[in-house]
T-cell receptor
Framework: GDSVTQMEGPVTLSEEAFLTINCTYTATGYPSLFWYVQYPGEGLQLLLKATKADDKGSNKGFEATYRKETTSFHLEKGSVQVSDSAVYFC?????????????FGRGTQLTVWP | DADVTQTPRNRITKTGKRIMLECSQTKGHDRMYWYRQDPGLGLRLIYYSFDVKDINKGEISDGYSVSRQAQAKFSLSLESAIPNQTALYFCATASGVNTEAFFGQGTRLTVV
């Protein structure tokens, strides 16, 4: 079945450090891949997405490339800020699945110190 | 106003009580979802609905029920609350499986 595995946290970085959060997936059909972010006390919101192999999603300095050969969608940012502190979720939506649902990873807590 | 509104935002209830969490959306989406979030476990799907006449169980539906009263409204009920149902609950909507999902701000439920 479909699933998402992401790097467990927590991740603690200093401001301006480089960030990578790993995400790998298993899918039976033609997945779209997403990164969602959850700021303290809020619901999840879409950070970026990619709908087919080799697509790169980007937003707010974050990037992730859909790698079909490695079934990965790692999140990266070159220079994190304190305001990036949040929980990040990798997710998969499989158009080829009859279930039509989203699959989420367990989330990675990021804390950025000044 | 928020696109996806959950009520209440916080609730404390006693073991054995029936409680309903409500969700309404203004996005016009057919798909609506209820998730539960627990520390270290991420988001787990409780129920989802693709239209008013379509209700599907998710990974952890035991102890929960839902009602899709209209396209815009999807409520989650705990028939007899128990302490291990203490969690943060999220409602979400989407227009399709490969499109953005929109989340409510969550309901923090504590069962004592």
């Amino acid at each position: 079945g479909d699933s998402v595995t992401q790097m467990e946290g927590p991740v603690t970085l200093s401001e301006e450090a480089f960030l990578t959060i790993n995400c790998t997936y298993t899918a039976t059909g033609y997945p779209s891949l997403f990164w969602y972010v959850q700021y303290p006390g809020e619901g999840l919101q879409l950070l970026l997405k990619a709908t087919k192999a080799d697509d790169k999603g980007s937003n707010k300095g974050f990037e992730a490339t859909y790698r079909k050969e490695t079934t990965s969608f790692h999140l990266e940012k070159g220079s994190v800020q304190v305001s990036d502190s949040a929980v990040y979720f990798c997710a998969l939506g499989d158009r080829g699945s009859t279930l039509g649902r989203l699959y989420f990873g367990r989330g990675t807590q990021l804390t950025v110190w000044p | 106003d928020a696109d996806v509104t959950q009520t209440p935002r916080n609730r404390i209830t006693k073991t054995g009580k029936r409680i309903m969490l409500e969700c309404s959306q203004t996005k016009g989406h057919d798909r609506m979802y209820w998730y539960r979030q627990d520390p270290g476990l991420g988001l787990r799907l409780i129920y989802y609905s693709f239209d008013v006449k379509d209700i599907n169980k998710g990974e952890i539906s035991d102890g929960y029920s839902v009602s899709r009263q209209a396209q815009a409204k999807f409520s989650l009920s705990l028939e007899s609350a128990i302490p291990n149902q203490t969690a943060l609950y999220f409602c979400a909507t989407a227009s399709g499986v490969n499109t953005e999902a929109f989340f409510g701000q969550g309901t923090r439920l504590t069962v004592v």
